[in-house]
């Protein structure tokens, strides 16, 4: 019992340590023509299967458009001329501990929300300039101007 008590703490631990160090929070799956993020002062071109960090503004370019995978298996597809900010991502079922907030500042996004819909949808948050969004888990478009 004891071993499985301290097995368990560790885990918790490790997850937690993980979510804390800047692990990726979702990776980029599909790329179509100009897709770059700022991260850390500097932009950099993406390609198919690139991580993805709290703090990454994601920038695509006219006639251009990328998928995104996030750990809970949330989708989002992002169209051309678009701007969105992972604001904050928290996924640690282990804690209870979840948010999703990301800010769309221009363009268009579609989600299809994964774990967060059953476990948290209270955690999902889309922001644009016009408004704030609580989504309760669905597949949903917005689109900020």
């Not at 370019?61 to 604001?87: C, H, N, V, Y």
């Not at 282990?94 to 476990?119: C, H, M, N, P, W």
Request: glycine share 8%; aromatic share 6%.
């Amino acid at each position: 019992m004891r071993h499985v008590l301290s097995t368990a703490v560790l885990a918790t631990a490790l997850a937690s340590a993980a979510a804390m160090a800047g692990d990726p929070v979702a990776s980029l799956k599909t790329t179509s023509g100009k897709v770059e993020v700022s991260r850390n002062d500097q932009v950099i071109m993406l390609t198919a299967g690139a991580p993805l960090f709290t703090g990454d503004v994601l920038r695509t370019g006219d006639a251009s458009s990328a998928g995104i995978s996030f750990q809970d298996g949330t989708r989002m597809s992002i169209g051309p001329g678009s701007e969105l900010k992972i604001d904050r991502y928290r996924f640690v079922p282990i804690e209870q501990d979840y948010a999703f907030d990301v800010y769309l500042r221009k363009g268009s996004a579609a989600f299809s929300t994964g774990k967060f819909a059953k476990l948290a949808p209270e955690a999902v948050k889309v922001n644009t300039p016009q408004a704030s969004i609580g989504i309760r888990g669905t597949k949903f478009l917005v689109r900020a101007e």
